[in-house]
């Protein structure tokens, strides 16, 4: 019997040399699916051997951003730019072994940035602390994607984050799967489905482990999202393209560069001349969806130096939580004023959106 790691490789390799078409379709599905739920199992295994020997790193801050890149394409100098941290700058590779926190102050919020050691091809796979790399990454709230003028092929980038699980810019497939003890699969989709059929759909749950579910799919779904909706291990993060050291190219050799990268946010910098490091910031603020929240105290001014900050979207609810854990439970109302208000000062209850610079007064029972 094949070890876990030996099929995985097997699978691969097949994969690799079957056509994709119409008579091969299922057979590619089944292959993905089971390939999927085998990395599930092995990384299961391996984390379970207790002794982790990845970083440990105190998050800090109200959201935060790895920087993921080749080895010296400028991430340490960045993290040194933008934040008070002093992170080891060095012309040879490999010269950042560990993950140095950096705190930046923008517009309010408190965004922590993580200068990580550089990931490089096959890091998916181990390779130069890659698996490291790879589960700090999937602790933070967004990605820079940071290349050096002279090398802007994102692929092996992009790629080693594929592998390892890291869906970038994308969201969760929208498909419910709710496993039963009995009953087989039962497949309805609300969406005409012209990727695949339901029978493709039923062998590729059961490759995946799974006899019997309800599968409710609510978007026209390939092979590749029915895999990420049945793993469990993807993990969805916004990212933008930082192209790195401008100083050393023309504006019409950067302009090519940026026309080749024209769907990401492309943020041109020079970390060492600290150019448009300011726009980034801005870029990385929005990107993040935060909005800054200011509390006022019944009868007393508001406090405008230190917001709240929080997610985008968050509700009077939330709020609540996040100042304290009685707060939902004894809240009677709140007093908006600002965008999400109808008029200044009005009353709203828990479910009520708010919206950046919004200032907010919650009454709660004694
Ligand atoms: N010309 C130029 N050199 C830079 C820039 N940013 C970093 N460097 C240089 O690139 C080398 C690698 O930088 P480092 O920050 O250590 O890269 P890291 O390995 O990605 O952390 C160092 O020699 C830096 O001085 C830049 O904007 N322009
Ligand atoms: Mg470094």
Redesign the pocket.
């Known amino acids: 019997m094949a070890t876990m790691e030996e099929q995985i490789k097997q699978i691969d390799e097949e994969l690799r040399k079957t056509a994709y078409n119409k008579k091969s379709q299922h057979h590619i599905g089944r292959l993905k699916a089971k390939m999927a739920h085998l990395k599930e199992e092995t990384e299961r295994r391996r984390s379970g051997k207790g002794k982790s020997s990845g970083y440990a790193v105190k998050k800090s801050g109200n959201a935060s951003v790895a ?1 993921v ?12 730019q933008m934040t008070e941290a002093k ?5 040879y ?4 072994l560990d993950v140095v926190p950096g705190l930046l102050e923008h517009r309010g919020a408190k965004i922590q940035i993580l ?1 990580l ?2 990931l490089i091809k096959d890091a998916s796979k181990g390779k130069g602390r890659g698996r490291e790399v790879i589960s700090v990454v999937r602790t933070a709230d967004m990605i820079l994607l ?1 290349i ?1 003028v002279f090398e802007t092929n994102l692929k092996v980038l992009t790629d080693e984050l594929e592998i390892a699980g890291i869906r970038v810019n994308s969201r969760p497939p929208d498909v419910q799967v709710i496993k039963r003890t009995r009953g087989g699969i039962e497949v309805n989709s609300t969406v005409k489905l012209t990727k695949i059929d339901e029978d493709l759909v039923q062998e590729m749950l059961r490759e995946f482990g799974i006899a019997n579910a309800d599968v409710v799919i609510r978007e026209d779904v390939d092979e590749d999202r029915l895999v990420d909706a049945l793993a469990t291990n993807r993990h969805y993060v916004k990212a933008i393209v930082v192209i ?5 190219v023309t504006k019409a050799y950067l302009h090519e560069i940026e026309k080749r990268l024209k769907n990401w946010v492309v943020v041109p ?5 600290n ?1 448009n490091i300011e726009t980034l910031k801005d870029k990385i603020f929005d990107t993040l969806d935060l909005v800054r929240l200011y509390m006022k105290p019944q009868g007393e001014e508001a406090d405008m130096e230190e917001p709240l900050v929080l997610k985008k979207g968050t509700d009077v609810g939330g709020v609540c939580d996040s100042l304290h854990r009685d707060f939902r439970r004894k809240f009677r109302y709140a007093l908006v004023w600002g965008k999400s208000a109808k008029f200044p000062g009005q009353i709203v209850g828990l479910d009520h959106v708010l919206e950046d610079g919004d200032i907010i007064s919650i009454i709660v029972r004694r």
């Open positions: 920087i890149g080749f080895p010296s394409v400028g991430k340490s100098t960045l993290l040194n992170s080891e700058v060095g012309s590779d490999f010269t950042t200068d050691p550089g940071m050096d790195n050291k401008t100083d050393l910098i020079s970390a060492e001349t150019t």
